[in-house]
């Protein structure tokens, strides 16, 4: 705890004038909040009206008392509104002083004043200020409904018994209830009643947002008067009796529900009227506050309470709407939630949030839904989309025709081509060779070209290009290879690619040398002999065969191993083999399909004969048959016939009858009542699949053939049907054993019956004379009860209440009954004091919230003070570094040898003008005063850390209390250890707000220290600021003379080149006229020996003149430098007399800051 005191005094003196942090205002983020009460008849004199004012037709006299004995009176002329003597209803208005007043007519004893707003307000207060005596009977209503209805707040009399003999008198019990309170005192002059809302509902609740909703809201006030005061004669004379008022005050504001603490600015910005619409907080509108906002309706708007603001909840429209609405049953719905619909969702979305696209939009995955393209239109293509259809709402996937793909539906399958609007599948299928073209692409999806495969031509890709074979493959035709020599040409059979080989030459390409050649349609054989082919030779090449293998050589469009029959895709008789219409080759490729995947049902048909068509299904078959059998049999010879089943249905209805009549509560469910029309619906469900079968039968039978895909399709649908069959027998079967069940339930339920009445009987019998419920009575009666009292019988009242004892002091209780009535009692006693205990739970905890303020300010005002401590040290040693700085420039001027002298003399007499804000013992006194105040301020941190303890402490007393009452609250036993606990718990609190005043003053003494350091610190603030202030612009001035001494340096340097050169100029003239002088004393010589030289004489006395002139102008510009000279050197001596003036005030300057730097330590130590 040391360290942080001693930096305290150091953080008070380092922040020169801080600013005294100002009370911030509650905010309303709390609870409810209201505007201050400000005067509404201020600016509104038109609204109020008096139905009785003196002198307004006519002047009227009227008598006051005046002294003991006698009266004095005066006159009232209203008819003129500014009149001297006129007591308008407008003069009580508090704008108009104290001279004026209103008064009413003579002995007129109903007078009212009353005031019409044209909106709500809210009513604080009402000030009267009466300049007649206090009438002896009044009372104040309002109205909310601008004049409709009026409610009374409260009566107000001398005598309330007698001038309100129906109304009661006191505190009000409920919100209707208007009591009638007692005006004090009766004063000739100057009497008041205040009337108040928040006093008048204090005797109902303490909390002020309900006083203010159920008495605050008004439209119209008005002030009845119904009796007038009792004035006593003075002597023989009569006083009138009248009211008067010198002023009226309706203190109030705008009615803003309590979510508005200022009411709205008024068109004119002078007008003294209070505005009666709200400046609303809390998420609401409105002119009185009295909605949600337009996009904050997620629950119900309700008025602001006392610790609960009720602020109105944001819906979450998603950015995507600025306005919702309250839907009650969606609130209901969400369990409380958000009842928010928003309104005209916007970017294409719609639902209660805004949180799914609209019809034909679906939702964008690169965006977040808050981003107003979250939801993109649906591009799907007209002619590819199934009419009617929508995408889907999330990857905006479209529902496409049956031969269109894509995500927009806008290309066709592989395979298919041309897409159209009018086509229902969207798309037509190509006439491509499906051995030709390319398996994932066959043809273009617009022109329907084929796309060949490699060495493939043909519109269709039908054929292998010149020079290859072998189409069949499917993976594009080979080369012939065919050998250039041994073969006529390069092409070769494209179904064998055998070439047509030269004399001598065999093989397919024809690469290989016959050693014996053998004529066209032999072959040789193993023993060299030349065997005839054994080929049709109406299909084959003129060779006929392979030379060496005597395999047949094919012409184009036959096949086999005879070459005898037309190839595939050649569609006329052998051995014409013509090639097929284009549409075959439409469905050629779903043939060869189909055909592989026929092969992979290979292993079960291939061992089948012809014409057995699928013959292993057989046993499947019969025992669906004879399923089919048994089922008609069963539901032709059933043993249960109609009349059978009728009559159980009436032995199971009387059965139902008298189990019903012994317990009326018993209820049976009826398994049978549809079991009739279920079995019906069955049998006709039977029959149609039976005529199915027979039909699926037959249709097997008469389709037996050697193609395998047929049977196979046809197998595989009878096997569905036989399933589906299987399925409604095995259903029906379930049923009928239910229905068996059900029959032998009733069968026994009718033998058990005659038993149960029996014992039924039996059971009443004994219930008549046992159990005796006499001693149970008496046990919980507390009686004495002798008549015996049994189930069935039992006279007279369980507990008559002169047989039972009750639960007095000192006086035992015997029975539940009367135990309950004490418990009771007690419970009502243990809820008073639980109550009174709330209540002082509610202060100490009010009080701990107002303590806990009050630290956080504290807290927060010393961390500022930290903080600016170390912007001011900050700034102090920045304006030591600025004054060294501007010693040494000031040092370099003046020690700067071309400088002005005047400018010199000018920069002088300013540093040396400097007055410092204060000496070292003005300093010295400022730092005595400090530290006598630091001396009498505790360290805050340890104020701070008592009061910490303290709140702990008072947390803790409240905690304790708190569990006090909730074991009061829980507590089953006896009642007189909850009272003791309430007591405990009461004394509890009381500690607890004696340790939070006690923290409270120590921190108003803290508060007072650093006000009165701060007042003693301020002034010497402002001097620094001062200094820094003239500093500054002596820096600027100074500045200002560096630039000129600099140009004036630059002059001068010029001026100093100048003359060098001008004496440069001397010295050559001098030369020069040296040298003419030499001249002419030879010239003069000669002249002497010829006195006539005629032009060039001219010529040499021109030059001597010229000659002089310039040795003048010499001998002038060498006196002007020696003047310079003369002033340069005097400059020098006065620059080196102002160096060391300033030299001298820099040492006074440095002992001023190391006095500071000294007691800066010294406060910094606290020593």
């Keep these: ?41 201020l600016g509104r004199a038109q609204d109020l009206r008096a139905s009785s004012t003196c002198g307004l037709t006519k002047p009227e006299t009227y008598c006051t008392p005046h002294g003991e004995w006698s009266v004095r009176c005066c006159r009232c002329d209203s008819r003129l509104p500014h009149a001297y003597s006129g007591h308008r209803v407008e003069n009580i208005l508090s704008s108009a002083g104290h001279t004026r007043w209103w008064q009413s007519q003579n002995r007129v004893e109903h007078v009212s004043l009353q005031l019409d707003l044209d909106q709500t307000f809210q009513l604080s207060s009402v000030l009267l200020h009466f300049r007649s005596p206090l009438p002896a ?197 969400s369990g409380g939630l958000s009842g928010g619909v928003c309104d005209n969702c916007q970017h294409n979305t719609e639902g209660n949030s805004c949180e799914r696209c609209k019809r034909n939009y679906f939702r964008n995955q690169q965006q977040d839904l808050a981003h107003p393209e979250a939801c993109l239109p649906c591009e799907c293509d007209p002619d590819g989309t199934v009419p009617g259809s929508v995408c889907e709402p999330l990857s905006g996937r479209c529902v496409c025709k049956e031969n269109v793909q894509g995500d927009r539906c806008h290309l066709c399958k592989p395979g298919f081509a041309q897409l159209t609007n009018a086509n229902p599948v969207g798309c037509h299928r190509c006439s491509c060779n499906a051995l030709g073209t390319r398996q994932d692409m066959p043809c273009d999806d617009e022109t329907g070209r084929c796309f060949c495969l490699p ?40 179904a064998t690619g055998q070439c047509s080989c030269r004399e001598g030459f065999t093989g ?83 043939i060869q399909r189909l055909r592989l995947r026929q092969a992979g049902l290979s292993n079960s048909t291939s061992h089948l004969p012809l014409g057995t068509g ?50 009326p509560d018993l209820h049976f469910l009826d398994e049978t009542a549809s079991l009739s029309q279920e079995l019906e619906a069955l049998n006709s469900s039977l029959l149609i699949t039976s005529s199915q079968y027979q039909s699926k039968k037959s249709q097997l039978e008469s389709s037996h053939s050697t193609d395998l895909s047929g049977a196979f399709k046809t197998i595989r649908s ?99 009954f009367p135990l309950a009535h004490g418990a009771v009692a007690k419970a009502g006693e243990a809820a008073k004091e639980l109550g009174s205990l709330s209540t002082r739970l509610q202060e100490t905890a009010q009080l701990i919230r107002t303590t806990e303020t009050s630290v956080g300010q504290i807290q927060s005002s010393a961390r500022q003070l930290v903080e600016q401590m170390s912007v001011t040290r900050t700034q102090i040693e920045a304006d030591v570094k600025r004054v060294q700085k501007f010693i040494q420039q000031v040092r370099t001027f003046l020690a700067d040898k071309d400088m002005d002298p005047a400018t010199i003399q000018e920069i002088s007499e300013a540093v040396l003008s400097l007055r410092l804000p204060t000496d070292a013992a003005a300093v010295r006194r400022k730092m005595t005063e400090i530290q006598n105040l630091a001396t009498q301020l505790q360290c805050p941190e340890s104020v701070l850390a008592q009061t910490a303890q303290d709140m702990a402490k008072a947390k803790q007393l409240q905690q304790e209390a708190e569990q006090a009452r909730n074991r009061a609250n829980a507590m089953e036993g006896s009642v007189e250890e909850v009272l003791g606990s309430l007591r405990r718990a009461n004394a509890v609190l009381l500690e607890a707000q004696g340790a939070i005043r006690g923290s409270g003053s120590s921190l108003r003494f803290i508060q007072e220290r650093v006000d009165e350091i701060e007042a003693v610190l301020g002034p010497a603030e402002r001097n620094v600021q001062a200094m820094a202030g003239e500093l500054d612009g002596l820096l600027e001035r100074l500045s200002q003379l560096q ?85 340069i050197q005097q400059s020098n001596k006065a620059l080196m007399s102002k160096t060391a003036r300033l030299s001298g005030l820099e040492e006074q300057v440095g002992r001023i800051r190391d006095a500071i730097n000294k007691q800066v330590a010294y406060y910094v130590s606290c020593s």
Excluded at 459 to 474: F, K
Excluded at 796 to 807: T, V, Y
Aim: charged residues 20%; hydrophobic residues 30%; aromatic residues 6%.
């Design 718 to 816: 009878a096997y569905q049907t036989s399933t589906n069959a299987s399925s409604v027998l095995t259903s029906a079967s379930r049923l009928l054993a239910e229905a068996r069940e059900s029959r032998r339930s009733a069968v026994g339920l009718e033998g058990g019956l005659a038993e149960s009445a029996s014992k039924l009987l039996a059971i009443k019998g004994q219930m008549a004379s046992s159990p005796n419920l006499t001693p149970v009575i008496n046990k919980i009666c507390g009686g004495f009860r002798v008549e015996t009292c049994t189930p069935a019988r039992c006279e007279g009242l369980l507990c008559p209440r002169d047989n039972s004892s009750s639960c007095r002091d000192g006086h035992p209780c015997h029975g539940i």
């Design 137 to 333: 009977a009044m009372l104040i209503e309002r109205s909310a409904d601008f004049g409709k209805t009026w409610q009374v707040y409260q009566y107000l009399a001398s005598d309330c018994a007698t001038a309100f003999p129906h109304v009661p008198h006191g505190s009000p019990e409920s919100w209707q209830d208007a009591r009638c309170q007692t005006l004090q005192g009766h004063p000739l002059h100057g009497g008041k009643v205040t009337f108040n809302i928040q006093e008048l509902a204090s005797a109902i609740t303490p909390s002020y947002s309900q006083a203010v909703d159920k008495l605050g809201p008004f439209t119209n006030l008005r002030i009845n008067f119904t009796e007038l005061p009792h004035v006593p004669r003075q002597g023989y004379h009569s006083p009138s009796t009248f009211y008067a008022l010198t002023e009226m005050q309706v203190l109030g504001s705008c009615f803003c529900h309590g979510h508005a603490d200022r009411c709205g600015p008024s068109e004119d910005p002078h007008a003294e009227q209070v505005p009666g619409h709200c400046q609303c907080q809390h998420n609401t509108a409105g002119p009185h506050c009295d909605r949600c906002a337009d996009l904050y309706n997620a629950r119900p708007w309700a008025p602001a309470e006392d610790n609960d603001p009720h602020e109105c909840q944001r819906c979450n429209c998603h950015g995507h709407s600025s306005s919702c609405h309250f839907d009650p049953e969606l609130f209901h719905a």
């Design 508 to 590: 397919r390409t024809c690469s290989a040398r016959q050693e014996q050649a053998c004529p066209d349609r032999q072959y040789g054989d193993a023993w060299g002999r030349c065997t005839e082919c054994d080929c049709d030779f109406q299909g084959t090449e003129d060779v006929g065969c392979d030379k060496t293998t005597g395999q047949c050589l094919c012409r184009p469009g036959v096949t086999g191993a005879r070459c005898d029959q037309c190839q595939r895709g050649h569609c006329s008789t052998y051995p014409g083999c013509e090639l097929c219409h284009p549409c075959f080759h439409t469905y050629d490729g779903d």
């Design 1043 to 1127: 630039r000129g001494a600099d140009q004036n340096r630059l002059r001068a340097s010029d001026a100093r080149q100048t003359a060098q050169e001008a004496a440069e100029q001397a010295r050559s003239a001098q030369q020069a006229l040296e040298q003419v002088k030499q001249m002419y004393l030879e010239l003069k010589g000669r002249l002497g020996e010829s006195p006539a030289l005629g032009e060039q004489g001219s010529r040499v006395q021109s030059i001597d003149l010229q000659a002089q002139a310039l040795f003048e102008e010499t001998l002038a510009m060498m006196l002007r430098m020696e003047t310079l000279e003369t002033e």
């Design 1 to 41: 705890m040391e360290a942080p005191c001693q930096l305290w005094p150091w953080a008070l003196f380092v922040l020169l004038g801080a600013p005294q942090l100002l009370a911030a205002q509650q905010a309303c983020s709390q609870g409810a909040c209201y505007p201050p009460a400000r005067d509404l008849l």
């Design 455 to 494: 060495n493939v031509v043909g519109t269709d890709c039908e054929q292998c290009a010149p020079g290859h074979w072998q189409l069949e493959s499917g993976r594009g035709c080979r080369a012939c290879d065919c050998h250039p020599q041994g073969s006529h040409s390069l092409h070769c059979n494209q």
């Design 614 to 663: 699928g013959s292993h299904l057989g046993p499947r078959l019969s025992q669906a048959e004879g399923n089919v059998q048994r089922a008609q049999a069963v539901l032709g010879h059933s043993s249960v016939t109609e009349q059978s089943l009728a009559q159980v249905g009436r032995a199971l209805s009387a059965i139902r009858e008298q189990v019903q009549g012994i317990n």
